[in-house]
């Protein structure tokens, strides 16, 4: 596939990957009972007195870690593979390959594709022209300290209920600017001009109180634009949530203020339009200073936010390494896929990766097979200390054997 080239300036991939996501997957190993853990030995709780064990269900609870969890987790070991939930047709006949996916976070880039179709790029990180904001950048006249007093007094911090900033060069550009400075920055304070002792200050205070900073005030924001900033959001190794979040942080706003079309991979590069209500331009292209692994850029006002589901797709770029085939092999399977395509099987994140085999408990909720379901459920997992929950699962074995056995009609309400 190919991939227009951007013509602005990215982060470097690979210089800022996570060390947790390149750290190899290290299986875990049952533990048995007497086994050195940590220089210590694991010892088997004593019963308490006056308690008995029943040796009937411990061992029905040791078999079913043994039969049930052991088979799973064999499958861990070496990843849940294609063949382990019935993957096994193939559109083509020719022999594949074989390869890895995703060893590194930039090996997966991600374009959205919008609602009319075009796919999103990130090639612009200039700001559109707007009388209506200031001509420098509203950030930099505030020092510091003025900053944090005024955040304090921005969430109820600050006892004395105002913020006096001295106008150093007292002039009504450099008024103006520290008037739209607190508003923009600070969403819920208002200001005024006041000469004090001789010199004049501008002192901000809250006009609304705290539902101010629920959502942007209307007044501020002028009426011939419109009230969504859209732009196109650049990460890298980031959830979409995570960058939402991280995004409401350093804008102080709520993050049910940003909307978006659909939620992209982790690990990955990914591409994406955002909309932000009642934020300016240029305080959402100051982000790209001080956010790593973000940029921002593309940015436009529009009426209306962004919903979920409004995306027409994604377009994909990956890089499979350590290819175990001949170069025939890869021709052969390339052109087959160009062709022809694929069968579309749910992806294999959708089947779990951890001793809770996910997609045997839902068919067996499909087949109404409830004593299943709580078997696979609550019964002890590889790893685990089986004497650590027969506390718990033992008497809810005995209940459910004899709720079972009644045929109680509200089982599954009951579980």
């Known amino acids: ?39 210590r030995e694991e010892k088997c709780p004593e019963n308490k007195e006056g308690e008995e064990e029943e040796p009937g269900e411990i061992e029905e609870l040791r078999n079913g870690v043994e039969e049930d969890g052991e088979s799973f987790a064999d499958m861990m ?18 022999k594949g390959f074989s390869g890895i996916l995703k060893e590194r976070y930039s090996d997966f880039v991600v374009h959205e594709i919008n609602k009319e179709g075009v796919t999103v790029y990130l090639d612009n990180l200039s700001v559109p022209v707007d009388t209506e904001d200031p001509p420098l950048d509203v950030s930099a006249v505030l020092t510091d300290q003025q900053k944090q007093q005024l ?37 819920g304070l208002e200001t005024k001009t006041e000469e004090r002792e001789g010199l004049k200050h501008i ?24 009230s969504f900033c859209h732009c196109v959001l650049y990460k890298e190794n980031k959830d979409t949530m995570d960058a939402i979040n991280v ?26 339009e955002i909309a932000v209500l009642k934020i300016s331009a240029q305080r959402l292209s100051h982000l790209n200073k001080c956010l790593m692994n973000f940029k921002l850029g593309n940015f436009s006002y529009k009426k209306h936010p962004l919903k979920l ?9 990956v890089v499979i390494r350590n290819i175990s085939g001949s170069d025939q092999q890869v021709e052969q399977a390339m ?37 299943e379901v709580m078997d696979l459920i609550l019964k002890p997992r590889p790893g685990g200390s089986l004497f650590a929950v027969i506390g718990f699962t033992a008497p809810f074995m005995s209940t459910f054997n004899i709720l079972f056995s009644a045929g109680s009609p509200s089982l599954h309400f009951l579980c």
Not at 247 to 272: C, E, H, W
């Open 1 to 39: 596939m190919e991939v227009a080239e951007s013509t602005v300036p990215l982060p470097t991939r690979e210089k800022r990957s996570c060390p947790e996501e390149e750290t190899p997957y290290t299986p875990k190993r049952v533990r048995v009972e007497g086994e050195e853990i940590g220089g």
């Open 77 to 94: 070991k070496h990843g849940l593979m294609e063949r382990d939930v019935g993957i096994l047709k193939f559109i083509s006949d020719h």
């Open 151 to 187: 955040e304090e007094l921005q969430h109820f911090k600050n006892k004395e209920g105002s913020v006096a900033i001295k106008v150093v060069d007292d002039t009504k550009e450099q008024r103006t600017l520290l008037h739209h400075a607190v508003k923009s920055l600070f969403p």
């Open 203 to 226: 002192v901000a205070y809250h006009a609304a109180g705290q539902m101010a900073l629920a959502a942007p005030r209307k007044h501020s924001w002028p009426k011939s634009r419109g």
């Open 247 to 272: 995004l409401s942080k350093f804008l102080r706003v709520k993050p049910n203020l940003i909307s978006y079309m659909g939620t992209k991979d982790k690990r990955a590069i990914t591409v994406q």
């Open 309 to 317: 589901g409004e995306l027409q797709g994604n377009h994909f770029t």
């Open 335 to 371: 052109t087959s896929l160009r062709d022809t395509g694929f069968i579309n099987y749910y992806g294999m994140q959708r089947f779990g990766t951890t001793a809770v085999p996910t997609y045997q408990v839902g068919r067996a909720i499909l087949q109404n097979s409830w004593k």
